[in-house]
């Protein structure tokens, strides 16, 4: 008799663990749920780990992304940006502790160009499971994923013009949303509900969040009976298609805008690298407790 247990997930160091849920599934789950799965250095090197995993091993031919807790991600730890503990980097870039704009460009383009463009290029299907908060960085780690299944409780919102910067770091809003629309959500930072985003095709899939789990690893099943041969000639061409219509040049041009956004901010803003009168602005979308910053020096 065979055991047919699942094994248990990997613990990639605290943010991240991996497991193979079904044959020929690889999950990456991101552990952080306290914290609203908030992104920091060793989260994003974590999910790294697990794609490279995930893409080193051939019996692998689907990968999903999910997340512990209320929300999948509420976006960067702002606490820990421009931080170099944890990372092991992906780019030749250097200069990622450097002062100026320099540093600042080279870290970001490391950690949210680099590493995400190069999860978007993972030759294998994703899918990502989303639900609760899916904000400003957790969009940007959900976008890479080729389907994305949500459940009704997700919504999805990009507020950082509130900071005095045009969008997040990885620019795909014209993409995902369409052009009029990216620009109506990037001006009121709005959030969009999950249903909405499946009328604007954003979203594949929305289902209860009981179902989240069981229809996003039944999705992946059903790709993963295919042979991957067929399965990564299909994601290339489409995504091949959107860099010919522009796409990666886009990314990087509204990126560049971006890092300009930071250098402006720390010239008008003594030194800090967003417009501090963002903050009450984003207050109600973001939901943060009364207490945030005291549960911070608690951890
Ligand atoms: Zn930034």
């Known amino acids: ?23 020929r599934v690889a999950r990456a789950t991101l552990t952080r749920p306290e914290k609203g799965n908030l992104q920091d250095v060793h989260l994003l090197y974590q999910l790294d780990a697990a794609y490279r995993r995930a893409a080193a091993d051939d019996s ?23 931080s170099t503990d944890g990372m092991d980097q992906v780019t030749l870039e250097g200069g990622l502790g450097l002062g100026g704009v320099e540093g600042d460009m080279a870290w970001e383009n490391e950690i949210f160009l680099q590493l995400h463009w190069r999860w978007r290029n993972f030759p294998k299907p994703t899918i990502a499971a989303v639900q609760g908060r899916v904000f400003a960085g957790g969009m940007m780690i959900m976008w890479p994923a080729d389907l994305i299944v949500a459940s009704e409780d997700a919504r999805f919102a990009d507020p950082v013009t509130a ?18 629309r ?32 069981s229809t996003t690893l039944a999705l992946a099943e059903r790709i993963a009976a295919r042979p991957t041969a067929g399965l990564k000639m299909a994601k290339k061409a489409v995504n091949q298609t959107l860099e010919i ?17 930071h250098a402006h901010s720390r010239i008008v803003h003594d030194g800090a690298y967003l417009d501090p009168a963002g903050f009450p602005l984003v207050a109600d979308i973001w939901e943060l407790p009364e207490d945030w910053e005291q549960q911070e020096e608690d951890t």
């Not at 065979?2 to 193979?20: H, I, K």
């Open 60 to 82: 692998i031919s689907v990968f999903v992304l999910a997340a512990e807790g209320d929300d999948f991600s509420i976006g960067h730890d702002v606490e820990t940006l421009f």
């Open 1 to 23: 008799m065979t055991d047919n247990t699942p094994p248990q997930p990997v613990d990639l160091g605290g943010r991240v663990t991996y497991d193979v849920p079904v044959a």
């Open 245 to 261: 219509q522009g796409q990666w040049n886009a990314v990087q041009a509204a990126f560049n805008l971006h890092t300009l956004g």
């Open 182 to 213: 990216a620009k109506e959500l990037l001006f009121t930072g709005e959030t969009l509900t999950a249903q909405e985003a499946a009328g604007l095709g954003m979203v594949s899939r929305v289902v209860p969040r009981a179902d989240l789990e």
């Open 163 to 180: 900071f005095g910067i045009g969008a997040v770091e990885l620019f795909m809003h014209p993409w995902e949303f369409g052009a009029r």
